[in-house]
């Protein structure tokens, strides 16, 4: 398989994500289809207690892309190639003197890290579109609220963020996902 080829539905993806955020505001059939989706479950969430509401969106959202991560990979050949990628680094201390063999080494490692990162990248082809329109919407709600503030300093992106990391963290070791 052409290695280019690949990578052109993550491009895709990242361009129609690109255009949804664009033409939010201008094209009301993208802002109306995610309101009339999102407004009566997440909305609904958010209305009932805006911190649990916002915790339980976060921990679907990390959910759903976990197991997005764990079953649009190749987990065994994610690993393997970690674990190559890593003997490699630990080889190339063991050179850090000889200059011209430690060139020769990052050469080999570039292939590797292209192909680790067309094994990772292959759920944002799922989920690129999906987050956008997520954000989109968060913005606008959150803006109508007036800009709520979490825990009384922090904004919905950065409790987002947080929580997001959070979350994955602990559904990645619970579900054995690389």
């Known amino acids: 398989m052409d290695k280019k080829a690949s990578f052109k539905p993550i491009i895709y993806v990242m361009i129609a994500s690109m ?4 033409f939010w505001n201008s094209m009301p059939v993208i802002k109306n289809t995610a309101n009339m989706i999102l407004g009566p479950t997440a909305g609904a969430l958010l ?3 805006l911190t649990y509401g916002m915790m339980i969106l976060i921990l679907i959202i990390s959910l759903f892309m976990t197991l997005l991560q764990k079953y649009a990979t190749d987990q065994k050949e994610i690993r ?17 003197d000889h200059p011209e ?11 590797l890290m292209i192909e680790l990162m067309k094994h990772s990248m292959r759920p944002m082809i799922f989920t690129g579109v999906p987050l956008i329109l997520f954000f989109r919407w968060f913005m606008d709600f959150f803006t109508a609220l007036g800009d709520p503030r979490f825990f ?3 904004s919905w992106f950065w409790f987002y963020l947080i ?5 994955s963290i602990i559904l990645r070791k619970i579900m054995k996902v690389v």
């Open 101 to 111: 063999k430690l060139m020769e080494m990052q050469k080999s490692s570039f292939p």
């Open 152 to 154: 009384g300093f922090l």
């Open 19 to 22: 255009a949804i955020a664009f």
């Open 80 to 96: 393997r190639l970690k674990k190559e990628q890593k003997d490699l680094q630990k080889d190339m201390k063991e050179y850090k």
């Open 47 to 49: 209305d009932w207690n």
């Open 163 to 167: 929580g997001s990391m959070i979350f």
